[in-house]
């Protein structure tokens, strides 16, 4: 059998090798598209204005990577902080096994980056080319002065949204006013234009030609989506029992049962689809649960007037009239988990201090005996200052004995974000009190008194 999307044989070899046959997703109206597009206004405009927000005369959101410095509105982050980022990436995960257990490809369909740009892409598209019928017209057509206006006027559109695409992604980096203004003065570094070709280049390759190419072949979690699914989730589905067996008629024909179903093989379904499934065909892992296959025929069940739901959002069970159980044992083990995650992380947030601690006794010697009777420990300390400002902080250390300090008086300076090693040495009375004891060292800043922090330590002596 041949086929025509197959290349030709060579030295009486069959190729394997089928050519990507480009998909024109026609346009849809309904209660679903109109969700999305909401969602990808939504998403786009917190990407694109979240950047230009001020904070406290700086930037709200901003990863100052050669500063070491996280912004988020007040919160300040630093590399002492990554446990924060480790937290966040686990609750997302846990967040995405959650609603997929639940409601199958949500973020596929609605939150991807790839399906919100790809969206704003066909949009320009259709602007540009028209609907599906014209777009594939236009593309078998003959090369004519409209066919290249039309080309280069979506080529422009493309790259230049592209490119105010990767300029925004740089400027969660780099303050974005100031990219701007080097930008329009062209005294852009090397890094930042580097960065902001390749974003401008990805998405204008992935949301522009690769489209259902990287849900299909380059997105991990279209292999393993099935393992979260079972027969309660809420899957698009289409109903075969109500819809076969299909084919054409004339408005106002109504279905006859074992003669004739409610589909009236349009095809409409197919044609809207992003990814080019046949969603009549059963689940398939290219899905993405956009959900205009739903609108569509919802549209065409209108225009027949047959009951809508031929296609739609559904589970196994109730497709089979069995009942669906929406608490079961993987959705409320993933619901657990991610309300315990997202507890701790908030209280450890909420209990972030501004200052921290670290104390390490050195342990070439426990101890050493001074000319004076005393006793001497010797420890390294770390203190980190995670505010935005500088701070001279003064250490001190209490136990059951006198203790003293050396140096004495012992201040500090450290600058913001760095972390300050500072070699402490203590002393006090070899036997009174007994052997050895716990010690806590203490920091406060003095000029702002709250910013406090301790740590406890072993202070080591000989035993009586």
């Known amino acids: 059998m041949h086929n025509s999307d197959t290349a030709p044989a060579v030295g009486g070899l069959a190729s394997l090798y089928a050519a990507q046959q480009k998909i024109y997703p026609r346009g849809v109206i309904g209660r679903y598209?109109?969700?999305?597009?909401?969602?990808a206004w939504c998403l786009l405009g917190l990407f694109y204005c979240i950047p230009w927000l001020p904070w406290n005369g700086r930037q709200a959101v901003l990863f100052d990577l050669p500063a070491r410095k996280f912004y988020v509105l007040g919160l300040v982050m630093w590399p002492q902080d990554f446990i924060f980022l480790t937290g966040l990436l686990i609750i997302a995960a846990l967040t995405l096994f959650f609603f997929t257990a639940l409601a199958g490809r949500l973020w596929c369909g609605y939150a991807c980056p790839q399906t919100v740009w790809t969206e704003v892409f066909l949009w320009m598209e259709r602007v540009v080319e028209g609907d599906r019928h014209e777009r594939m017209k236009l593309d078998r057509g003959e090369w004519t002065l409209s066919k290249l206006s039309r080309k280069a006027l979506k080529q422009v559109l493309w790259i230049g949204f592209a490119a105010w695409t990767g300029f925004t992604f740089v400027g969660f980096f780099t303050p974005v006013r100031t990219l701007g203004s080097e930008l329009f003065s062209v005294s852009l570094g090397p890094w930042e234009t580097f960065w902001i070709v390749f974003y401008g280049f990805a998405t204008y390759g992935n949301a522009g030609y690769l489209r259902e190419q990287v849900c299909k072949y380059m997105c991990p979690y279209a292999r393993f989506q099935s393992a979260m699914f079972d027969r309660d989730t809420l899957i698009i589905t289409y109903d075969a029992a109500r819809g076969e067996p299909r084919g054409p008629r004339r408005r106002g024909v109504q279905p006859q049962s074992g003669v004739m179903g409610a589909c009236v093989d349009c095809t409409w379904c197919v044609q809207v689809c992003p990814t080019g499934i046949d969603i009549r065909k059963g689940l398939q892992y290219e899905c993405i649960a956009c959900a205009a296959c739903i609108d569509a025929c919802d549209s065409v069940m209108d225009k027949m007037q047959y009951p809508r739901g031929l296609i739609r959002y559904t589970t196994e069970h109730a497709l089979n009239h069995r009942p669906t159980r929406i608490l079961r044992?993987?959705?409320l083990m993933y619901a657990s988990l991610l309300g315990v995650l997202m507890m701790t992380f908030g209280l450890a947030l909420a209990l972030r201090k501004p200052v921290a601690l670290d104390v390490i006794r050195d342990r070439n010697a426990l101890y050493r005996m001074l000319d004076d009777g005393r006793v001497e420990n010797?420890?390294?300390?770390?203190?980190m200052n995670k505010t935005e400002y500088p701070h001279r902080f003064a250490v001190a250390v209490r136990g059951a004995g006198t203790l003293a300090l050396d140096p004495d008086p012992a201040v500090f300076a450290v600058r913001s974000g760095e972390v300050f090693p500072a070699a402490?040495?203590?002393?006090?009375?070899?036997?009174?009190?007994?052997?050895?004891e716990t010690v806590v060292f203490e920091i406060r800043a003095l000029d702002e008194p709250a910013l406090y922090a301790s740590s406890k330590a072993r202070f080591i002596a000989p035993a009586k």
């Not at 598209?33 to 969602?39: E, F, G, M, V």
């Not at 402490?424 to 050895?436: C, I, L």
């Open 424 to 436: 402490m040495r203590v002393r006090r009375s070899a036997y009174e009190p007994q052997g050895s």
């Open 33 to 39: 598209a109109r969700l999305r597009t909401l969602a």
């Open 378 to 383: 010797v420890y390294d300390l770390k203190i």
């Open 329 to 331: 044992p993987r959705v």
